[in-house]
């Protein structure tokens, strides 16, 4: 590898990916350092992060823990910024290499964007970026030569499998799902979910918005439009599948019926180093190494439809059902839904309700920039507030 250490910019710094990204720059300090971290409201994490690593800058999307960050930090020679838009302005730094897009949200896409245009190396962990705005976030890719590396588990195993292949023998990509908290609850059951029950996930240890979205599986279902627009598949060659030990990441089938499959235990730590150093391959420390001896055997199984109608949901928007803006209108009701539920506002069984709402209550959106893409997020937050009212009256 170069010697050259790489400078990161880490989005969502106080969060899962975030956390686990530092685990690596820390493992291996002659590779990587830290040029800017950005959070959104944790600033006491932040600022223990900032004394740690000494980055040039860094930004808190909370106006309110502008000043206590400030304080907590004025011994040291770090910028401090605040706001929404400083994380987009401060990834297109010369400083900055490569930008590790680990937001959770809508929010992330803004500042991605921002990295894509300015030509910077990007390591995706926020799905939402290309579920909301793929074709946008692509072409801008395409045009500015930004390499986008997937973070997540299920498209770095696919981006793994790929290499060294030719796109036109791939028939298939297969997506694989642990099924989430509620894998072996009946369907008529869900209704009674608690938000703590959701978060009890069977294998790995993610946040909380992101753990309901696999207990409904809609995070599969984001996944699938995120492998269309990575991959430039068309959603009926990708396909997903219940796998419970969450050992194979997921599988590409090729046009000669061989299969793929990228295989470890659940360490996010390994497809972040890989983001980081692809095309080269070091040692994750700390982990608990696969051992298919001790492991056993591996199921797979069709996604139950009744219990996950959120994933069925995400085909027919990649299908045009809603039009080319369907998918922003989709995650933002989602994310409406995920923290009225999280407060225990709603029913489990609501999220689903909720977002179908939404999309139905919306005219067809044909989102071209991400200030359309910003105009219609806002609109569909809004008409999800309104039904929540609908669905609490129907309880």
């Given amino acids: 590898m170069e010697h050259k250490r790489q400078r990161i910019a880490l989005l969502g710094s106080t969060g899962s990916i975030g956390t686990q990204t530092l685990d690596v720059v820390r493992a291996h300090p002659e590779l990587f350092e830290v040029e800017m971290l950005a959070a959104g409201r944790n600033w006491e994490l932040l600022a223990r992060q900032a004394r740690e690593f000494e980055p040039d800058c860094v930004v808190i999307a909370d106006e309110t823990g502008y000043e206590p960050l400030s304080a907590a930090l004025a011994d040291l020679p770090v910028k401090v910024y605040a706001g929404a838009d400083a994380a987009a302005m401060s990834v297109t730094s010369a400083g900055v290499d490569t930008v590790v897009s680990a937001m959770v949200g809508f929010a992330g896409l803004a500042p991605t964007l921002a990295a894509v245009r300015a030509g910077k190396k990007i390591a995706l962990a926020n799905k939402e970026t290309l579920v909301v705005a793929g074709e946008l976030v692509m072409a801008e890719a395409k045009r500015c030569q930004a390499p986008i590396i997937p973070v997540d588990s299920e498209h770095s195993a696919i981006f793994q499998c790929l290499v060294g292949e030719m796109s036109s023998s791939v028939k298939r990509l297969v997506l694989t799902a642990s099924g989430g908290a509620f894998r072996d609850v009946p369907a008529d059951a869900l209704e009674r979910m608690t938000a703590a029950d959701a978060l ?14 696999c207990a409904t599986m809609m995070n599969k279902g984001f996944e699938v439009i995120e492998a269309r627009w990575l991959f430039d ?23 000669d019926g061989a299969f793929k499959a990228q295989m470890g235990m659940p360490d996010m730590r390994l497809p972040i180093q890989y983001a980081l150093t692809f095309p080269y391959r070091l040692p994750v420390g700390g982990g608990v190494p696969y051992d298919p001896v001790a492991a056993g055997a591996l199921t797979f199984a069709a996604p139950d439809t009744r219990k996950y109608p959120c994933l069925g949901l995400a085909y027919e928007v990649l299908g045009g059902a809603y039009g ?22 709603i029913r489990f069984t609501d999220i689903y309700r909720l977002i179908r709402q939404t999309l ?20 569909a937050r809004q008409t999800a507030r309104d039904a929540i009212h609908t669905l609490k009256l129907n309880c």
């Fill in 233 to 255: 598949m068309p959603a009926d060659r990708i396909g997903v599948v219940v796998h419970p030990q969450s050992v194979i990441h997921s599988f590409v089938e090729f046009e």
């Fill in 360 to 379: 139905d209550a919306l005219p067809v959106a044909t989102p071209r920039t991400l200030d359309d893409y910003v105009a219609l997020d806002a609109t």
């Fill in 324 to 345: 080319s803006g369907g998918a922003c209108v989709m995650n933002a009701a989602n994310e409406i839904a995920v923290a009225e539920f999280l407060e225990g506002r």
């Fill in 200 to 213: 009890k996930h069977p294998c790995w240890e993610m946040g909380r918005k992101i753990t309901v979205d």
